[in-house]
């Protein structure tokens, strides 16, 4: 094995060392020559095999909606492994997997690398955007609260289903208004996102790369003076390139934007292809400035020849920027070539500045969130009476409705706790026009405390009846003779009762007067009062008495008289007869001798 020390010699320069790392990009042979103190020599072969490494691609399906399924994807390899990560520990070793109902939080850089006789290729990685459409989770109001609604900010268009009760279901976050009964409502945002944008130095800060344009460029001061028809620039000040243009870019101020000198029509800006899917929805838009404060630009954008909507107008002032914005469907298309045109022949003012392209897929997602409105604790009070005597007693009773736990009553008179709790409040004291209230509380209720409706009380204080009787005629009366009896009552009520008696035996009359032709000399009348009044001192009254006086029996008498005491043979004879207690139709029979 020869004399030691030994030295070392290897061919294609991979070194003089007894062991050489090498990484040929070939196949490669590689011989040692070793030789020891005697100068004797021995040499070796070995064949190093290269082989390609794989390649790995990464794709996806994405954007999509929380809970849609996710798919990756990779070119396939016959003979290979396959190995993916991603966020929160994802793995998978399917060359192709699937992720069903992917949440939000699933969202993140995924990896995907392919081993092939065991050489593994780079990583290749794929970001991926699972949307949220609506951040509000299911909950529970009260009855007459309000809760805004939130979707995710930053959609193009948003519309909440259904519209009840919303302050307005177009906006991201409406705002809900409960009504008074239970319900459990459901509603669903539907929402339109963008994925990401797929133009090209979309924000000109690479700038006048990846576009075409029949413009021509300059980039020195002052440059689009002279250049009135035809001339653009990329930069972050438009004044640098024509010293009475006047504007920076639309994001940050101190950007590139695309600084267009316009005249010409027809001209194209700005155009860019960009492949697309075929029957897809996309968004497209753009922002427009005027640079010069006279005959602002006429804006013309077309997708593959066709033009998008109306003409756009820049704005009246310089310095401002306007959003253009509109959907287009690719239809059988695979590619979209956007273009921009200026069609207003001006070529005075007529400037123009441009930044901030979009065009990406439209993805529309939706989401729903359950609201549970809940009634508001309530309480109502009926009492026994609502009128009384004074030192009566007045029971009153509470009811709660849609109570969730133990309820405490407090009652209140005229809004001054009286200390009295339970659903029961009786008093015998209250005021004339006291008001009675009660106030409930139920902490596992939603609204936890209310108060009922109220009632008034009004207290009557105890009358006095009477009553008093009068007759007609008054004084004597001639036998047999009709007398009226008429009685005058105070505090009778509406429906007073009266006993008239003779003597203490009843008549059977019941009314306010009694008539009679049958009474005798000391006969006394008298009535009773039953009245109907709720509170008195005593249900009945007993009148005075009238005792009946008969006059004496007159006798009747005449006297008569003549006019001549002496008369002449044939002469008439004149007599007048004088009654005394005659009566009103008196008879007179006239005798002679």
Known sequence: YGVPPYSYSWNNNAGDGATVSVAPQNNTAYT????????????????????????????????????????????????????????????????????????????????????????????????????VPILSRDTMICGGATLQLLAAAGALSYQWAPAQGLSDPAIVNPVFTAGSQPQTIQYTVHTKTTAGNLVKNSDFENGNADFYTDYLPCNTSNCLYPMAANGYSVGTDAKFYHILFEGKDHTSGAGNFMIVNGAQPNLVVWRQTIPVKPNTDYAFGTWISTLIASNPASIRFSVNGIQLGDIFSAPANPNQWKRY????????????????????????????????????????????????????????INASTTTICAGEEVTFTAIASNNTGAVTYEWLVNGISTGKTGNIFRTRDPNNNDSVQCRITDQQSCSKETSSNTIGVIVRQALIPDIYITASPQGDI?????????????????????EWQVNGAGTGENSGSFMSSNLKAGDQVMC????????????????NHIVITIAAEPQPNVSISAVKDTICAGETAFFTASPQNAGNNPRYIRMVN
């Not at 070995?46 to 929380?66: T, Y």
């Not at 997602?365 to 309480?379: H, K, Q, R």
């Open 478 to 498: 001639c036998p047999g003779s009709e007398v009226t009896f008429t009685a005058t009552t105070v505090n009778g009520g509406v429906n007073p009762a009266y």
């Open 528 to 543: 009773i009062l039953r009245t109907d009044e709720t509170c008195v001192t005593s249900e009945k009254d007993t009148s």
């Open 325 to 380: 914005f509109t959907e287009w469907n690719s239809g059988a298309n695979t590619s979209a070539e956007i273009e921009i045109v200026n069609i207003y022949p001006e070529a005075s003012g007529n400037d123009f500045g441009i930044d901030d392209i979009f065009f990406g897929e439209v993805i529309a997602c939706s989401g729903s969130v359950n609201i549970s409105v809940n009634p508001l604790l309530s309480a109502a």
């Open 32 to 131: 040692a020559t070793i030789t020891d103190q005697c100068n004797n020599t021995a040499t070796g072969t070995a064949n190093v095999e290269v082989r390609p490494l794989p390649v790995a691609v990464a794709g996806s399906n994405a954007p999509l909606c929380e809970g849609g399924t996710l798919n990756l994807t990779t070119q396939g390899v016959a003979g290979a492994t396959y190995s993916w990560t991603g966020p929160n520990g994802y793995t998978s070793t399917l060359q192709n997997p699937s992720l069903s109902n992917a949440p939000a939080n699933m969202s993140g850089t995924y990896t995907s690398m392919v081993t092939l006789s065991g050489c593994q290729s780079e990583p290749a990685a794929v970001d991926i955007a699972i949307n």
